[in-house]
């Protein structure tokens, strides 16, 4: 969001000039976290909705009266080329505020296929969160999967109950782990042994007399 925005925004939310005024259903944030709340009607009072057709968006603040000096806010943007470089020193680095073992299933389904749980790719893929909390019992954030130490993925996800973005960082990457994916559904399949002799009734069974059979 850009700086000369919220200023505006802020001048006008001092001034009370919004076209439109509503208060807010705290439930709205607390989605967000993944929580359920009642309620609350001094929530809805603290809890502005301000709208402007000259935004085309919505700012919300926590008390229309407080002035809140976004003067002091900085734009924080970073390159992404550059939050690779920051992400896998902290991989090579073993800092990542949580490290998880990576769920093949979850990467078997971004390609439509649905391989059983590998303990092999576990060990292998691993799941380094850059930034997160705890959204009840689950860590959210932002994190980066790395395959062997070398990051392959970015992945955000806001909230236990939320749906967890994940991007490949090239096409290569991708190609990677599809390869390991299908590698893996390749060593699980298994065809059972044909039967020796096929019973003469599939070829009658207009008139056979028992239910055709494989003979073993």
């Known amino acids: 969001m850009k700086i000369e925005f919220l200023k505006q925004a802020q001048i006008a939310v001092n001034n009370n ?15 967000v976290f993944g929580l359920n709340v009642e ?11 301000h709208y402007s057709r000259d935004w085309e968006t919505i700012a919300h603040t926590g008390r229309s009266d407080q002035y809140q ?27 990542s505020t949580r490290i998880y073992g990576a769920d093949i299933q979850m990467f078997g389904s971004r390609f439509g296929l ?14 380094h969160y850059v930034s997160g909390w705890w ?33 490949f960082i090239s096409k290569e990457a991708c190609e990677l782990v599809f390869d390991i994916v299908v590698a893996q559904i390749k060593s699980e399949l298994t065809i059972d042994e044909l039967p020796s002799e096929i019973d003469d009734a599939w070829f009658d069974i207009k008139n056979a007399t028992i239910v055709p059979a494989f003979k073993e």
């Open 135 to 167: 959204c009840t019992d689950t860590w959210v954030g932002l994190s980066v999967y790395a395959l062997d130490g070398k990051i392959v993925a970015v992945s955000t996800k806001t909230a236990r109950k939320n749906y967890e973005s994940m991007d």
């Open 114 to 127: 649905c391989p059983n749980w590998s303990s092999e790719f576990s060990d292998r893929m691993k799941q």
């Open 17 to 31: 000039s919004c076209e439109f005024i509503y208060d807010t259903d705290i439930q709205k944030f607390a989605d």
């Open 69 to 95: 000096p976004i003067e002091s806010q900085s734009e924080s943007s970073m390159k992404f080329n550059d939050f690779l470089i920051k992400a896998q020193a902290m991989v090579d680095a073993n800092s």
């Open 39 to 49: 309620y609350s009607s001094e929530f809805a009072k603290r809890m502005k909705q």
